[in-house]
């Protein structure tokens, strides 16, 4: 079992660009989970999938950031036009429905908007 | 809505000491409440979950937590500090009717002296 796996790491873009982050989850796992914590704080939800359906997108989700889970496998974080304030560790977890206990994380990508 | 209150952003004991990080809980159902930590450059990972069953719950590395739901409250004790517990700590609820998803307190940075 190799857990929860990001990438990149990190990433380090302009203002403007476009980023964009991969989460591949523990294989038998069909929920994912997308959050975001920024210095000083708790890791706050952006979205959940089932499979490939993607259940719920917080507000904190403009309509610069998309996510998907084409297959129910892996997941893609986008984010459209970057800015300075979305400098932050984007956190993605799995598990199983139904099971109300623990979610896996990774170990983050952080990214840096300059 | 779920929402957790870690009353301490830093704590601070010298090793060999007990630790306590206190967490106060707000649900409107019966919750399921965990204590996840977060060593430097490291995932998530998690230390104990209470869901229901006993109200003292014991994790991993010595760590256990109790449930008082008169006092709303969720807070993380281990008897004897080590210098491996320097992490951040978070106080965590569950949402059972939006997927499970995990609602983050703020975290507790611990800090542990030699």
């Known amino acids: 079992d190799t857990g929860v796996s990001q990438n990149p790491r990190h990433k380090i873009t302009k203002r403007g660009q476009n980023v964009t982050f991969r989460c591949d989850p523990i294989?038998?796992?069909?929920?994912l989970y997308w959050y975001r914590q920024t210095l000083g704080q708790g890791p706050e939800f952006l979205t959940y999938?089932?499979?490939?359906?993607?259940?719920?997108k917080s507000r904190l989700l403009s309509d610069r950031f998309s996510a998907e889970r084409p297959k129910g496998s892996f997941s893609t974080l986008e984010i459209q036009r970057t800015e300075q304030g979305d400098s932050a560790m984007y956190l993605c977890?799995?598990?199983?429905?139904?099971?109300?206990?623990?979610?896996?994380f990774g170990e983050g990508s952080r990214l840096t908007v300059l | 809505a779920q929402s957790v209150t870690q009353l301490d952003s830093h704590v601070s004991v010298s090793e060999g000491t007990p630790v306590l990080l206190r967490c106060n809980y707000s649900?409107?159902?019966?919750?399921?409440l965990f204590w996840y930590v977060q060593h430097p450059n490291k995932g998530l990972q998690l230390l104990l979950k209470?869901?229901?069953?006993?109200?003292l719950v014991k994790g991993i590395n010595g760590f256990e937590a109790e449930f008082k739901k008169s006092e709303t409250s969720f807070h993380l004790t281990k008897p004897s500090a080590h210098m491996s517990d320097a992490a951040e700590y978070f106080c965590?609820?569950?949402?059972?009717?939006?997927?499970?998803?995990?609602?983050f307190g703020a975290g507790t940075i611990l800090r542990v002296k030699s």
């Open positions: 999938f089932q499979n490939e359906a993607q259940l719920e």
């Open positions: 649900s409107s159902y019966s919750p399921s």
């Open positions: 965590v609820v569950s949402d059972p009717g939006r997927g499970n998803k995990l609602v």
């Open positions: 977890a799995s598990s199983l429905a139904g099971y109300t206990g623990e979610l896996f």
């Open positions: 294989s038998e796992h069909n929920r």
């Open positions: 209470y869901t229901s069953a006993a109200t």
